[in-house]
């Protein structure tokens, strides 16, 4: 495994385990997102004026997909990184927090 392989695995692992402290609980087994960040996420994409928790509980999401803000001015893989996160965030939303519809 090459250096760049181990920097993000820690990376991406530091940033799962930081994520649900920032929020304050883990998701349930067998899920990435908590159900607050389900809550949250829900609001951001129905509500007209989102709150700060929501727009942290994003934040906390994104960085459990792997996306780190702080780095903005000196990351060579921005945007892609972050839109990265933004697909994988939305795919754990489909599968996680949107409840099943019955035809």
């Not at 780095?71 to 697909?87: G, I, K, M, T, V």
């Amino acid at each position: 495994m090459g250096a760049t392989c181990k920097h993000w695995l820690i990376a991406f692992s530091s940033a799962s385990l930081l994520a649900g402290c920032a929020v304050g609980e883990m998701p349930p087994p067998g899920r990435y997102l908590t159900d607050r960040e389900c809550h949250d996420l829900t609001a951001l994409r129905t509500n007209a004026s989102p709150t700060m928790a929501e727009h942290q509980s994003e934040l906390a999401a994104l960085r459990k997909a792997g996306y780190d803000p702080s780095p903005f001015w000196d990351d060579p893989y921005y945007p892609e990184d972050l839109q990265y996160a933004q697909r994988l965030v939305d795919y754990w939303y489909q599968h996680e927090c949107v409840p099943t519809r019955t035809q």
